[in-house]
């Protein structure tokens, strides 16, 4: 009942508030009769309060909450991407990869500049069929278990990680004694259970095995790959070229950059996607049909355009980036617009708040599934999933051929359905590493389609 009645005077606040002429030069800040609205509103959702503070401070194109500056106005994101420098530095404190080049912005250069070439789009390409074979191995594992209710969830972040490995560091965990379990039960304390959920905390013996866990793993891989003779053996591309470019120790602790960003992302989009197919079966069945019409030309050439289910994932990162926000930070003071910011500013590009803001999206907080399809893609909106400028996602091509792949054979070979235990779709945020995930595992009722699986034989490893 307070909190139905703090929204409805959230939203008359709003409206008043747009009423008022903005001060350019000003960045607003909710006060404490604001805030105590959000707390009884929202309670400690912080992602729905950011949310509902970018559409009452939309006139400006910025707001300050939390000590940190949040900009929804596009040139102004524009002109943050590219005036300032990458700034996730000083909230890593704690994790694992707070030695990756993922903050800083000293490290990025020569590192990313070294490995560019092998997440170029022709390179991931080339590797297309790895990718389905690890596909593949997923959906056999959906058609061998006990019919019934599927956890997507756990199954997509194993097929992340074999991906990565196959992909990426042209290794199989698999084939590393229990590496692979170990690997998922790591990074799901950390991510999942620590980052999104708070269940353990960052001092806590779980969270310090678990780095203890990931680092030997890595450790491990890369010796391995270091002791390869290059004559004799091609691969291990990655792993080496991390090495040549910034030494052991970085190398190692990039390489964990690579497993936990490339395995994360891609395992909490699927499960979003399939929730959103089980609410709107009609879409779901036109995937399918898509998928069917094209399955054997995506066979031949992975590369093949699938228009329906490109469509619906683009609005899948739209509605829910699963990157909701970008961190950048300025050494000197700077000036973004008629605004002046001081030196190490905190600066947020706000993603979420832009993806679904209804001053630039019309029907910004529906899933409208061909919103993508025979349009120029954005209508001139900012569409920025993946980020933008030099330090944009550097596995953005392994993700969208990983996500196009995985939902066309997935739908050309099972049917989704809601369970009585499938949860409702709500996230827990990352705030350090900047990741949404559902909070809750998906799982939902599969069932195999009709469609004759002989065209897949050949992703049988
Ligand atoms: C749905 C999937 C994914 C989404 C939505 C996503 C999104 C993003 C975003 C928004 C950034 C920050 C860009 C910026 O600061 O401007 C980022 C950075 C990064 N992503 Fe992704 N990502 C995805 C998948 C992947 C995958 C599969 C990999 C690795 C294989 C990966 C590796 C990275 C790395 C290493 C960075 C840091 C880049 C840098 O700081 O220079 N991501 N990603």
Redesign the pocket.
């Known amino acids: 009942m307070l909190q139905l009645a703090a929204l409805t005077l959230l939203c008359i606040v709003k409206w008043i508030y747009q009423l008022i002429p903005p001060e350019k030069s000003r960045i607003p800040s909710p006060g404490s009769c604001l805030l105590i609205l959000l707390t009884l509103a929202f309670e400690h959702d912080k992602l729905q309060k950011l949310e509902l503070l970018s559409e009452f401070y939309f006139y400006y194109g910025l707001f300050k909450f939390d000590g940190k500056i949040y900009i929804l106005n596009p040139r102004l994101a524009q002109q943050a991407?590219y005036k300032l420098e990458?700034g996730a530095k000083h909230y890593l404190e704690n994790s694992p990869l707070k030695n990756t080049?993922?903050g800083s912005s000293q490290k990025?250069p020569e590192t990313?500049r070294a490995i560019a070439s092998l997440?170029r789009k022709t390179s991931i390409d080339e590797r297309a069929t790895i990718m389905m074979s690890d596909i593949q191995k997923m959906c056999e594992q959906f058609r061998s278990g006990p019919s019934g209710v599927v956890n997507v969830t756990e199954w997509t972040l194993r097929m992340a990680l074999d991906i990565?490995g196959h992909v990426?560091f042209e290794l199989d965990f698999h084939g590393l004694e229990l590496k692979q379990e170990k690997l998922i039960s790591a990074m799901t304390t950390i991510s999942h259970r620590c980052y999104a959920l708070g269940e353990v905390t960052s001092d806590s013996k779980e969270f310090l095995d678990a780095n203890v866990q990931i680092d030997d793993i890595t450790c491990m891989v890369l010796e391995e790959a270091l002791n390869i003779d290059d004559g004799t053996i091609k691969g291990k591309r990655l792993v080496k070229s991390l090495h040549d470019a910034c030494g052991f120790t970085e190398a190692k602790d990039n390489m964990k950059?690579?497993l936990m960003?490339?395995t994360e992302?891609?395992a909490a989009?699927i499960p979003v996607v399939m929730s959103l197919l089980v609410k709107y079966p009609t879409v779901q069945d036109e995937l399918r049909q898509e998928a069917e019409e094209l399955l054997e030309s995506l066979m031949a050439d992975p590369t093949t355009p699938l228009p329906k289910i490109e469509s619906v994932l683009s609005e899948v990162?739209r509605l829910y980036?699963?990157?909701p926000f970008?961190?950048r930070q300025n050494y000197e003071p700077v000036n973004l617009g008629d605004i002046k910011l001081d030196q190490h500013t905190d600066v947020i590009i706000f993603?979420w708040g832009i993806h679904r803001n209804p001053h630039f999206w019309e029907k910004s907080r529906e899933f409208v599934p061909f919103r993508f399809l025979n349009t120029s893609k954005t209508s001139g909106n900012m569409y920025?999933?993946?980020?933008?400028?030099s330090?944009?996602?550097?596995?953005?091509h392994?993700?969208w051929l990983?996500?196009r792949l995985a939902i066309a054979l997935l739908l050309f070979q099972f049917k989704f359905e809601h369970a009585p235990e499938t949860p409702e779709l709500r996230f827990g945020v990352d705030w350090t590493h900047?990741v949404v995930h559902p909070d809750k595992d998906m799982v939902f009722r599969i069932s195999p389609t009709q469609n004759d699986t002989c065209v897949l034989k050949s992703l049988n490893r």
């Open positions: 991407i990458k080049f993922l990025s990313r997440f990565v990426l950059l690579f960003a490339g992302t891609t989009t990162l980036p699963i990157a970008i961190s993603t920025i999933p993946f980020g933008a400028g330090r944009v996602c550097i596995g953005q392994l993700a990983e996500l900047a």
